[in-house]
């Protein structure tokens, strides 16, 4: 049986922070919301993750890993981390506060 304590802590490991682009920002209306995820999370850690963080009824999630891409500053080559997102689609009447109201 996991606590409350532990399971907020592994939570928090999960869903590192919400992406915020143009294309996430047009999901917003459709109620769909984007996070990096840890990249060996599934999709039961996230949805469970995604409905104790943020007290919401999550419908469907849809997961893909992106390929790390090779990044150049002048001569030097480095690389740009993999990395693995998450789509949330939340039940009718649900939201995330994602903006703070100021």
Request: glycine fraction near 2%; proline fraction near 3%; charge should be positive.
């Amino acid at each position: 049986m996991i606590n409350s304590s532990d399971f907020s802590r592994s939570s928090a490991q999960i869903i590192k922070y919400p992406i915020i682009t143009d294309k996430a920002t047009r999901l917003l209306e459709n109620n769909q919301y984007s996070f990096v995820v840890d990249r060996y999370s599934n999709k039961i850690t996230i949805k469970s993750a995604i409905e104790y963080l943020f007290n919401v009824k999550v419908i469907k999630i849809n997961t893909c890993r992106l390929p790390r891409k090779q990044k150049r500053v002048g001569k030097y080559v480095g690389w740009k981390p993999q990395y693995k997102k998450a789509i949330v689609t939340l039940s009718e009447g649900d939201i995330i506060n994602l903006f703070t109201d100021s």
